[in-house]
């Protein structure tokens, strides 16, 4: 919404710069975008006066003028323009000046003869023949007697091209701001100023209305009113410039005097008007109903439309003339030649009028504000202030009376008055007396413990909503700073803590988080061979998914992060290192909803990439996550993974996690030729047996006890079990078991291998003696004798 400062004048009177203007209405809650002025880009350019015209000496077409411009000495001009006579006053860019578009003006020579400025056109100045219709499109701008003609003066003050504009931000549940009279209301709030608002005065006419018109509304629910009147002996002609320059200023483009009384009232109240010509109306009906099945309509526009049941329309005894509340029919503009006009001021249900703009595809002034809901209350005063304007621009004769078909449920709105309520609700301190005079200066009426709210305020629907009028009137930023009460304060949750534990953790070991879609493929579980009869692949169908490739809710996250390592092998990255946190969705029937299990999936490849750099990756996570007495054991019956280099990850019998060097087929699968790896660890695992708890050590006092052993074992023993063995055998004194060698060889039996570990004793509050160290060895090596392992000569 654009606000002419000038037309703001006439309602409330301010004493203000335009940005305290605009900064004072944006913190009482009127978005202000921004504000200009008119013709800021124009720059020394001043009225001046033909004083004679001589041919140029070297052309045909030109013309050397001597202009007045009310210095000591008249300047000289060279122009091409033929529309020019001595005495004609004109707009003169002088020396170093700017016109519209920024383009200078110099002093130079015109084919050998001086010129010390320019005059200047409309297009020059930034206007168009709508601001000024007697002027002429492709000359010089000759000022008429409506432009103030004192020589030397600046061309913006002459011409009324000096208005301040100031753009609001409207919100939807406020349509009382898409008008001047609302903007100035919220102003004079703001500044504590009276608002001055005339009741329009209509003089007494000739004739009755109702002898001329008759208006019926068949659908109440979708026209609450519709007030109508007759203006006879139509004078149409172009409008005053006072009321063309406002216009303007608000974006809207001036045309006639008939059609620009109805676009200024409609910026003025806020309320749409629609001029019939009386002669296409026929039977002299006006009849509100929704459109007929097979009904059309020829809008202004000129493209006829097809209307449906559900579209309101405004018809004459047997026709649409109109859509209800968007645009009119294609008589039922007002043309050079009309003589009698209906002029329309109803209010229509928002809801309908924007479906019909959607569905009819022409959204416009009018139904973006039908839609948001108007006051049925200001269609008479809306109606009147047009018909004063046509007495006052002497466009026509006025017949006498109103017809006003109000199907709108009128009542006063009610809400309690609670000073102390307010008070409370927004942390503030203001006495009832200053909240009532906030109030009333919004219209509210105070009636003891009662607020009527007036019927253009239809957003205040609780007393929450007059809490905050008065706070924003009393000042937002006069609102003490203090902690919200009822408000628990902030914390993250446990499972957000170890979601960035280990995101932390995983970038520390030089992997890059990845997110990847929840929909993918049902090809996907062919390519990383889950056998046909697999749980996984259940998955929850896609109703309406935008393509095949997003199908389906992965039931397991693996296709989708060999899909970014294939995406980035073949792109040629020499090596990557990935993870991801995200969901699995099991599914659990037709009528229920997925289980969605939080997965940690790691993926790798290139050079220096193994099993074990991925299982040392695992075991750093699974130490910082505080998860103990975990263990790997081998599996070798996932066919996503290579059969001998794939083990499970499990804490006391559950399994948690899998670890292993994908199958070369499934790696053929996804167009990767190199060997690839990948890990995945349940999330709620690490938060079932991590712990976050750190307890402090104090560094020892006593020496540690070091022995070394090797052991020879069946080759396919994993070294936990052995490690997990001599732990148990050693007992408390046991602070490290470490392996330190893996030999595997001729002096070893076929099928075995030789493992070796340095084991560290220490105890807390003594030396550890020989006997003891030699006996915690030999309860280790009978633990591991009971498991076949003997001890390596």
């Known amino acids: 919404m654009n606000l002419s400062k000038k037309w703001l004048g006439d309602y409330v009177e301010l004493n203000c710069t335009d940005k305290e203007y605009a900064d004072a209405l944006t913190l009482s809650g009127s978005k202000v975008e921004g504000f200009e002025k008119e013709g800021a880009e124009l ?66 020579k015109l084919r050998g003869v001086e010129s010390c400025g320019m005059l200047c056109s409309l297009g020059e100045l930034g206007l168009t023949l709508h601001d000024f ?147 296409f109306l026929e039977e002299n009906k006006v009849i509100v109903r929704t459109a007929k099945p097979g009904e059309k309509i020829t809008t202004l526009d000129g493209i006829e439309r097809e209307l449906t049941e559900e579209m309101l329309v405004i018809a004459d005894a047997n026709k649409p003339v109109a859509v209800a509340g968007v645009m009119g029919g294609e008589y039922s503009g007002i043309m050079d030649d009309t003589n009698t006009i209906v002029f329309e001021s109803a209010c229509f249900n928002g809801a309908t009028t924007r479906l019909t703009a959607k569905a009819l595809g022409m959204r416009t002034e009018a139904s973006g504000r039908y839609e948001k809901e108007l006051d049925p209350s200001n269609c008479m005063p809306a109606l009147k202030r047009a018909l004063e304007l046509v007495q006052l621009l002497d466009a026509g004769d006025v017949v006498n009376g109103i017809i006003d078909c109000d199907c709108s449920k009128k009542f006063d709105h009610v ?47 609780d007393v929450a909503d007059i809490a905050e009028e008065v706070a924003r009137f009393y000042g937002f930023h006069n609102i003490p700073n203090r902690q919200l009460s009822g408000i628990a304060n902030a914390a993250l949750t446990k499972e957000q803590k170890l979601e960035k534990l280990v995101s932390t953790v995983m970038l520390a070991c030089g992997f890059d988080e990845i997110a990847t879609f929840s929909f993918i493929s049902p090809k996907h579980y062919d390519k990383i061979r889950l056998p046909e009869n697999s749980e996984k692949r259940n998955s929850v169908v896609i109703t309406n998914p935008l393509g095949e490739d997003t199908s389906v809710m992965r039931t397991t996250v693996i296709p989708s992060m060999l899909e970014v390592l294939s995406r980035n092998y073949n792109n040629r990255n020499a090596a990557a290192s990935l993870f991801e946190i995200s969901n699995e969705y099991i599914w659990k ?20 990439c193994d099993f074990f750099t991925l299982k040392g990756a695992v075991e750093e996570l699974l130490y910082k996550t505080g998860v103990e007495d975990y263990e790997f054991e081998a599996l070798t019956d996932d066919p996503t993974f290579h059969p001998g280099r794939t083990a499970t990850l499990s ?48 560094l020892p006092k006593f020496p540690a006890s070091t022995r070394d052993l090797a052991f020879v074992c069946d080759e396919d023993i994993p070294v936990k079990k052995i490690e997990k063995a001599i732990s148990g055998a050693v007992g408390k004194i046991l602070e490290e078991v470490a392996l330190f060698d893996v030999y595997v060889g001729s002096q070893i039996p076929q099928g075995m291998k030789s493992v070796a570990f340095n084991i560290r004793m220490r105890a807390a509050d003594r030396t550890l003696t020989d006997e003891e160290a030699d006996a915690a060895m030999k309860r280790s090596i009978k633990a591991l004798e009971a498991m076949g392992i003997s001890l390596r000569s």
């Not at 007396?433 to 919004?442: F, N, P, S, V």
């Open 589 to 608: 029937g037709p009528e229920t909803l997925p289980d969605e299990n939080v997965k940690v999936t790691l993926g790798m490849y290139g050079d220096g």
């Open 43 to 108: 720059s020394n350019i001043l009225t001046g006066k033909i004083e004679s015209l001589e041919r140029h000496p070297d052309s045909d077409h030109m013309w050397i003028c001597m202009v007045n411009v009310g210095a000591s000495e008249n300047i000289q001009i060279v122009t091409g323009a033929q529309n020019l006579q001595v005495g004609d006053v004109v707009p003169v860019a002088m020396d170093n000046s700017v016109v519209h578009g920024g383009q200078k003006i110099k002093k130079g």
């Open 651 to 698: 804490v006391g019998g559950e399994v948690i996690g899998i670890i292993g060097e994908i199958h070369p087929v499934v790696l053929s699968n996804y167009e990767i030729e190199t060997k690839a790896y990948i890990a995945q660890v349940d999330f709620a695992s690490l938060l079932k047996f991590g712990s976050d708890e750190r307890v402090y050590k104090q």
């Open 133 to 279: 219709p007697y002027a002429i499109e492709d000359g010089i701008f000759v000022l008429g007697d409506d432009c103030d003609k004192t020589l030397g003066i600046d061309i913006r003050e002459a011409i009324g091209l000096n208005d301040t504009v100031t753009e609001f931000e409207i919100t939807s549940n406020r349509p009382d701001c898409l008008s001047i009279i609302g903007l100035a209301r919220e102003s004079a709030a703001t500044f504590k100023k009276p608002l001055i608002i005339k009741e329009p005065v209509v003089k007494e006419g000739e004739g009755d209305v109702n002898e001329l018109l008759s208006v019926e509304i068949l659908n109440g629910e979708r026209c609450y009113r519709y007030c109508g009147a007759v203006v006879k002996n139509v004078r149409v002609k172009a409008s005053p410039r006072w009321m063309r320059e406002r216009l303007r200023a608000c974006g809207v483009r001036p045309i006639n005097n008939i059609v620009d009384i109805t676009n200024y009232v409609m910026l003025e109240y806020g309320q749409p008007m629609h001029a019939f010509d009386l002669r």
């Open 415 to 461: 809400l309690p008055f609670k000073p102390q309520w307010t008070n409370d609700f927004i942390g503030i301190d203001v006495s009832a007396e200053e909240q009532k005079e906030i109030l009333e200066r919004l219209d509210i009426k105070v009636e003891g413990e009662k607020l009527i709210i007036p019927s253009f305020r239809a957003d205040l629907e």
